[in-house]
Structure formats: C-alpha cells, structure tokens
C-alpha cells in the first residue's frame, strides 16, 4: 500500500514532474479524508467544481481511508517530532495513516527528507 500526500495527488492532476511515480502507483494508492479534502480544496481554488475536483480524483481509482479518533490522536503526537520543519495538520494526518497501515508515502514536499520517522517517505521529484 502506499499513501499519497496531497501534492502527490495534485501533481498527477497537474501532469506535474512526479506525476508519472504517482500515476505507477495509483493500483495501490490511498489518501486520508483529511487529504482527500485538502485536494478538492486547492483544485477549488483553480477553477474546479467541488464535483469535477471529486470526479477527477475517483477516476485516479485511490482508496480514501476515513480519519478516525486514532488517527486524529496519532496526528497531534506528531506535532513535536515533525514541528521544526513546518508540517501542517494535513501533512501529518497523510503520515498517522501511512505509519498506522505500514505503507510507503508519495510526496513532492521536500521538507519531509528530513523527518526522522520510521515511515519509509519517497519523493516524488
């Protein structure tokens, strides 16, 4: 399973650099429901309706995992060892699920090499 940060999602919405690890990886691709919304909300901010930005991202096939109580508990204990490199809510909820289901992360965020965390991060550029 691998676990896609939300620029690796919008990446491969944009045939960004990357897109094409992305797009390899998508049979076995999942993001979390805080992900999930952090896509619609940027693709809203290019010109996409909330329906076009959800479309396009179920023709991309990814699994959208629920954000649950453990999940949430898991993010806020990541705040101390990701907080000196600036990782938001969302970064950290894409991590939570990553470590809790034992997967690989996609990312395009840079920032995230650094992390000292027994999840295996792979960019995607």
Do not use: H
């Not at 049979?27 to 979390?32: C, F, L």
Request: with cysteine.
């Amino acid at each position: 399973m691998i676990v896609l940060d939300a620029s690796a999602v919008l990446a491969a919405v944009n045939n960004e650099r990357g897109a094409d690890r992305v797009i390899a990886a998508l049979e076995v691709a999942s993001i979390s429901t805080v992900n999930y919304a952090e896509v619609v909300t940027r693709m809203i901010d290019w010109g996409f309706t909330a329906d076009e930005a959800r479309m396009s991202i179920e023709a991309m096939g990814v699994a959208i995992f629920p954000y649950d109580e453990e999940l949430a508990l898991r993010t806020g204990e990541l705040r101390m060892s990701t907080k000196r490199f600036g990782l938001s809510l969302a970064d950290r909820a894409c991590l939570a699920l990553a470590e809790r289901e034992r997967a690989v992360v996609l990312t395009a965020d840079r920032q995230w090499s650094g992390l000292d965390l027994e999840i295996d991060i792979q960019l995607i550029r």
